[in-house]
């Protein structure tokens, strides 16, 4: 779910689209191609929990910037985040252990891709 389509370090809505090439990608919110849900409505509670995987890519790629997008997919207890903004050794020093996906592991989009959809 993303509502800042353009965003200054970095371009996520880009970096999500080009993922989408190699496996389906649900997006909500105004960068997105599904039914819109409103931020922080309950009407969209469904969207955590029926997801195994959800995107938290961070608006600034920072060091140790870390936002409640991370801690927000956390809280569900059932879906693991796909991370982009700190590095992996801020998450590792932050988060529960094993807790999340760095994109920064993969060598390619594809990579990433096969390895989400296995």
């Known amino acids: 779910m993303s509502s800042h389509c353009d965003t200054i370090s970095w371009d996520r809505t880009k970096f999500v689209k080009d993922l989408a090439e190699y496996m389906p990608i649900d997006r909500f919110g105004k960068c997105g191609n599904m039914k819109e849900c409103?931020?922080?409505?309950?009407?969209?509670?469904?969207?955590?929990?029926?997801y195994m995987f959800i995107l938290?890519?961070?608006n600034s790629c920072c060091e140790e910037y870390i936002s409640e997008k991370f801690w927000k997919v956390l809280s569900t207890g059932v879906s693991i985040p796909v991370v982009i903004g700190a590095k992996k050794e801020d998450y590792k020093r932050l988060g529960p252990p094993n807790s999340f996906i760095h994109v920064d592991d993969f060598n390619?989009?594809?990579?990433?891709?096969?390895?989400?959809?296995?």
């Not at 390619?108 to 296995?118: D, I, R, W």
């Open 108 to 118: 390619s989009m594809q990579e990433l891709a096969s390895y989400l959809q296995k």
């Open 56 to 58: 938290a890519f961070e």
């Open 38 to 50: 409103k931020r922080r409505s309950s009407e969209c509670g469904w969207l955590q929990r029926d």
